[in-house]
């Protein structure tokens, strides 16, 4: 069963830093682009941050030099680094990634089940 699993999620006080995870299992050939996105209550889900399987990165404006991506190839891994903390950050996180389960297929898009952020003092 394939699955992308976030872990690192918590409560923080503005300004304190957490570091996001998101593992993929499953007999998975390759990952292309992976990606973090939020929601906060009442809002759309929004792109965060994305990697690409070479590494070039894309970050929304609201987090350019607070956050960073971030991936392990090899263990089917992307991170977030989250420092400065604002409570405008206070979302559920999910990761997103195209899943490649062999080379004669198209990605796949997966959705993780997301991780709940919450920044408050």
């Known amino acids: 069963q394939v699955q992308l699993v976030e872990s690192g999620g918590g409560l923080v006080q503005p300004g304190g830093s957490l570091r996001l995870s998101c593992a993929a299992s499953?007999?998975?050939?390759?990952?292309?682009?992976m990606g973090w996105y939020r929601q906060a209550p009442g809002k759309q889900r929004e792109l965060v941050a994305a990697?690409?399987?070479?590494?070039?990165?894309n970050y929304a404006d609201s987090v350019k030099g607070r956050f960073t991506i971030s991936r392990d190839n090899a263990k089917k891994m992307v991170y977030l680094q989250m420092n400065a903390l604002k409570p405008e950050d206070t979302a559920v996180y999910y990761c997103?990634?195209?899943?490649?389960?062999?080379?004669?297929?198209?990605?796949?898009?997966?959705w993780g089940q997301g991780t709940q952020v919450t920044v408050s003092s």
């Open positions: 990697i690409t399987s070479g590494l070039s990165t």
């Open positions: 997103n990634a195209d899943l490649i389960f062999s080379p004669l297929l198209e990605p796949y898009n997966f």
């Open positions: 499953g007999k998975i050939f390759s990952i292309n682009d």
